[in-house]
């Protein structure tokens, strides 16, 4: 079975440029989270996703963050204009509802640097 | 804020040797997860420990969890020079959102 598949796998950019972070999802899984983790910190939940629909996207900088799963498969998480501040690993992560587990199944992730 | 946090940035032991991480939480939980992040990868599930339990076993490693001190701790025997990696503690708080703690790097050497 395939894990999770992110890409691009690093990104470097300009402050104000934007970005586009791709992740594929265990097949069947119906629960999909973007975390963003500084380094050497833990990851902090951005935005997850029941099938298509926003659960919780509380931790979203909604002015410049942005995320849609639009058939509840693949997502996308977007960063307009960003700042050095962005710099981190960007990680996404699928899971099962409706198991006897929790479990969170995440992918390599994606490495940002924003000069 | 932190909701989960390990007591050690970081740790080293020789290869053979056992260590344990421990983690403090701040909130009521349904479970308590041990997560491990290699260099380079994502996190990876280790344990998973529901708040009525109080131990629980994965081959070489041993969780504990106490709610009365809202701690835990994951233990590992006979280490590896592969079991370097950040090891991670998360609270749930519901069912499918988990808040991580920001790690111990533990350093096994040869």
């Known amino acids: 079975e395939a894990g999770v598949t992110q890409s691009p796998r690093y990104a470097v950019l300009q402050e104000g440029q934007a970005v586009s972070f791709w992740c594929d999802p265990i097949?069947?899984?119906?629960?999909l989270y973007w975390y963003q983790q500084p380094r050497d910190q833990g990851p902090q939940l951005l935005v997850y996703?029941?099938?298509?629909?926003?659960?919780?996207n509380s931790q979203l900088p909604s002015d410049r963050f942005s995320a849609v799963r639009p058939k509840g498969t693949n997502s996308t998480l977007k960063i307009q204009s960003a700042k050095q501040g962005d710099t981190a690993t960007y990680l996404c992560?699928?899971?099962?509802?409706?198991?006897?587990?929790?479990?969170?199944?995440f992918g390599p992730g994606t490495r940002l640097l924003v000069l | 804020s932190q909701l989960a946090e390990e007591n050690l940035w970081a740790l080293s032991v020789h290869e053979g040797e056992s260590v344990t991480v421990n983690c403090s939480y701040k909130?009521?939980?349904?479970?308590l997860q041990w997560y491990r992040q290699k260099s380079g990868e994502g996190p990876a599930q280790l344990i998973l420990?529901?708040?009525?339990?109080r131990e629980k076993r994965n081959g070489r490693l041993r969780a504990t969890l106490d709610t009365s001190s809202q701690s835990s701790s994951l233990s590992i025997t006979a280490t590896r020079c592969e079991d370097t990696a950040v090891y991670f503690c998360?609270?749930?708080?519901?069912?499918?959102?988990?808040?991580f703690g920001k790690g111990t790097h533990l350093h096994v050497l040869p």
């Open positions: 996703f029941r099938d298509e629909a926003v659960i919780d």
């Open positions: 992560a699928s899971s099962s509802t409706g198991g006897e587990s929790d479990t969170q199944y």
């Open positions: 420990i529901r708040s009525n339990e």
């Open positions: 909130t009521s939980i349904t479970a």
């Open positions: 998360a609270t749930d708080t519901n069912a499918y959102k988990v808040i």
């Open positions: 097949s069947g899984h119906d629960t």
